[in-house]
């Protein structure tokens, strides 16, 4: 395996993320088999894939002597909410920049992630609407910070850069490492696509490592027109950070789009489907943004046929269970999901 251990790196999870056999849900969609691995389950509140990111962001700013993080997000972030959990664990503040996406969407007395910025102390939240210049947003936080004799850390959205990357390049390699202990075969794993570090850096590390595994993108917020370069420029980042001297090739980045509509954070029913089904055979929660889109981009890629029955598939679960909270009515079918 690629050596990392050069970088600075802070660890919030003991051991490695299970990887768990779906039966029930295998067995309600007729095939192909179906594995699970948990980084809903990561270390800080309450774990998900931004924690890995932040091992390597959060050792970065400590070491540069920082003081606060500063991130952005939307409303219901699991981003921000993990930042801050890292924040507190570390003694930092934190501040964030919320992006309406969605004019009218934040509501700090939103259940939900909205919740637990409040209850973990967050410093201070900028909210602005959709479209802004959100890096410029974060640095005026930060010299508005250093006049204060205050050192910030900015971080970008979902912890997506080079560095953050290596969370998952991290992560993996763990995946890697676990295969080869169960003696356990998969064809393909499933991953969600959005601001592109987790796919990005899974990319990097499947092509530096040679895992032979298929890697499917769900696109949470684009199509892959527009999804697929990111996550390209996201690998070849970190492949340059490691300075493998590697050039990613564009058919290592396979994005699926059409399961994230209307918009990004928007209800869908077959979000709604997903997410009940797994709850219903597995008990285990997904979320309404991330990995209930992505779940039903899975589920539609089963009944296409573009994923085999005779597969055997790992979906990654990358967190965000708590923005269930703010999603209860749609999720219950009170009231109808937008398409």
Excluded at 23 to 32: H, K, R, S, Y
Excluded at 150 to 171: D, T
Excluded at 258 to 277: D, R, T
């Amino acid at each position: 395996m690629v050596d990392i251990s050069r970088f600075p790196r802070r660890r919030y999870t003991h051991g490695a993320t299970p990887i768990e056999f779906l039966p029930n849900l295998t067995e309600a969609v007729g095939g192909p088999k179906i594995w699970i691995k948990r980084d809903d389950q990561l270390g800080l509140t309450p774990g998900g894939n931004k924690t890995r990111k932040l091992e390597f962001l959060v050792a970065d700013a400590l070491a540069k002597g920082c003081d606060t993080l500063i991130t952005c997000g939307a409303p219901q972030s699991n981003h921000c909410r993990i930042t801050l959990s890292a924040a507190a664990k570390e003694g930092l503040k934190c501040r964030f920049v919320i992006e309406e996406r969605v004019p009218g969407s934040y509501d700090e007395r939103n259940s939900g992630n909205n919740f637990l910025f409040q209850l973990m102390g967050v410093e201070a939240i900028t909210v602005v609407p959709g479209g802004s210049d959100i890096a410029a947003a974060m640095q005026k936080i930060a010299d508005a910070l250093a006049a204060e004799d205050r050192l910030g850390y900015v971080i970008p959205g979902g912890g997506s850069n080079a560095l953050g990357g290596l969370g998952y390049f991290a992560g993996a390699q763990e995946l890697q490492q676990q295969l080869f202990e169960q003696s356990l075969h998969i064809d393909r794993v499933v991953v969600g696509s959005g601001s592109s570090g987790t796919h990005g850096g899974m990319v990097a590390a499947f092509l530096a490592n040679r895992i032979n595994i298929t890697l499917t993108g769900i696109g949470v917020s684009r199509d892959p027109e527009d999804q697929a370069p990111l996550v390209l420029c996201e690998a070849q980042a970190v492949c340059d950070l490691l300075e493998l001297g590697i050039t990613v090739p564009e058919d290592m980045v396979q994005c699926v789009g059409g399961f994230w509509q209307p918009k990004y954070s928007v209800p869908n029913a077959a979000m709604v489907e997903a997410v009940q089904l797994l709850a219903r055979t597995e008990g285990i929660l997904l979320d309404p943004v991330y990995t209930g889109k992505i779940m039903a981009g899975m589920l539609g890629m089963i009944r296409s046929g573009e994923i085999s029955k005779d597969e055997n598939v790992l979906f990654l679960h990358t967190g965000g269970a708590p923005t269930l909270f703010a999603y209860e009515d749609v999720l219950l079918g009170r009231v109808p999901a937008d398409s």
